[in-house]
């Protein structure tokens, strides 16, 4: 007899996760033994709530444009951490009821904990499920330790962050293009990014500027974990401060849990901070510390600590970072669908308790490999960035890390105008800009 498929996704969005649910609903498709596929809405709590859009019924022109939708706004996504048997209990009822025989669900490493409880517990139940995971995040913290081989074990990279990467690195070159035209005034530029307690994606700046001829500066969490605050605070305006000595202006890319102070932030219901919903943000902080909000005399006045005129701007592209379609990798879209596929194959060879991974072929040329790893080797297991790939001087990344990210973000970056520095000859005396001059 025929089963039925349950898709559903959960945590933080990015902007190819729809892609993943078209590969597992074409492979469903194209395949005899399913009867209905549907999708659970917002995440796990459509299957508690018995909320279940068929799609099997949906045009098939909705279903192309899967491809093209970001986030997850299309079946819903959401936060919700199983605690209780009795959610489990509800789970397998409402698989029973509706003839499931496939469970695919798509997210991180606390997903991957989910799948794995409804997988035991179906198995225990003795309700044939086949369970799958299927990996999805941009912060890339879903997977194994770096391998001698300069790969990622367990899985090298996880669909989401290939576009992040992109979106970063196309706000870099943007950024860097106002910040020459605007240094007189804002020498500074503070820009927050993503990525909770890992540096994945602020390193994905220094794909912007392979060949570091930006006066760019990149702050990852782990390069400043457990250390003072202020000495953090001290250490990074130090550092800007030579990057200002010798260009005169400066970008600087912060990840959002480098420890800058208590920032006031939120947790969700894994204990995961939310750093977008913080009372402060460190890119704020930062740009506060910089322009000596903190230290203002006594008629209110700032007194800056940067060693050139003008002020440190900051910005927070905020979840745009995971959403925009309009940065995607087109590496990132094409393995997001093929490793959806792959999770469905899987389910319909029977193969439960499995994540679909993305592999990485060793050597020069970049190719990937599909594959499978038990779901209790991911539940509830993130990477950490690799220390070989932070600078000995804490603030950018390493070569080692471009050659690895280069190839996810798909095709190459757009190329701006850059015109020689080719001057009129001088015919009158030097002037100085009168706003310019030092008071006496």
């Known amino acids: 007899m025929k089963k039925n498929v349950v898709l559903a996704q959960s945590g933080g969005p990015t902007s190819v996760i729809n892609n993943s649910l078209k590969g597992a609903i074409d492979t469903f498709l194209s395949s005899d033994r399913v009867e209905k596929i549907y999708g ?22 909705q279903i192309e444009l899967l491809s093209q939708t970001p986030s997850a706004g299309v079946i819903g996504s959401c936060r ?57 995040t941009i912060d890339n913290d879903l997977g194994g330790p770096l391998g001698p081989d300069g790969t990622f074990e367990v899985c090298d990279h996880d669909p989401g962050y290939g576009s992040v990467a992109r979106n970063i690195a196309m706000n870099v070159l943007e950024a860097n293009e106002e910040n020459k035209a605007s240094y007189t005034s804002d020498p500074v530029l503070v820009i927050g990014v993503m990525g909770r307690k890992i540096g994945f994606i602020p390193a994905a700046a220094r794909l912007a500027d392979p060949e570091r001829k930006m006066p760019l500066v990149i702050i990852l969490p782990e390069a400043f974990l457990g250390e003072d605050w202020k000495t953090n605070l001290d250490f990074i305006t130090f550092k800007i401060n030579e990057r200002l000595k010798e260009a005169r202006r400066c970008i600087v890319i912060i990840g959002e849990g480098v420890n800058v102070g208590d920032l006031g932030v939120l947790k969700d219901s894994f204990g995961h901070s939310q750093f977008s919903a913080s009372e402060k943000s ?61 999770a469905a194959r899987l389910a319909l060879n029977g193969e439960t308790g499995y994540m679909a991974t993305i592999l990485r072929v060793s050597g020069d040329k970049y190719s990937v490999e599909y594959s499978k790893i038990p779901l209790d080797v991911v539940a509830n297991s993130a990477r950490i960035f690799p220390k070989d790939w932070i600078c000995t001087e804490e603030l950018d990344v390493t070569d080692d890390f471009v050659r690895w990210a280069l190839p996810l973000i798909g095709d190459p970056l757009p190329e701006f105008a850059k015109f020689d520095e080719i001057l009129a000859p001088k015919l009158c005396p030097p002037y100085e800009p009168a706003g310019f001059r030092k008071k006496q």
């Open 80 to 136: 919700y951490k199983i605690r209780s048997d009795e959610d489990l209990e509800r789970i397998v009822e409402v698989f029973r009821k509706h003839n499931v025989g496939y469970f695919l669900y798509c997210g991180g490493e606390d997903s991957m904990d989910t799948a794995n409880k409804v997988s035991r517990l179906a198995h225990e139940k003795g309700l044939e499920v086949v369970c799958v995971g299927i990996p999805k």
């Open 282 to 342: 460190a890119e704020q902080v930062l740009a506060n510390y910089l322009n000596g909000l903190d230290r203002k005399d006594s008629a209110g006045r700032a007194q800056s600590r940067l060693v050139v005129d003008g002020i440190a701007r900051y910005e927070k592209p905020g979840t745009r970072q995971r959403r925009e379609m309009a940065y995607v990798s087109k590496v990132d879209l094409e393995e997001a669908y093929e490793v959806g596929a792959y």
């Open 40 to 61: 659970s809405k917002m995440g796990i709590l459509g299957v508690l709530r018995e909320e279940l859009v068929d799609i099997s019924a949906q045009d098939r022109r």
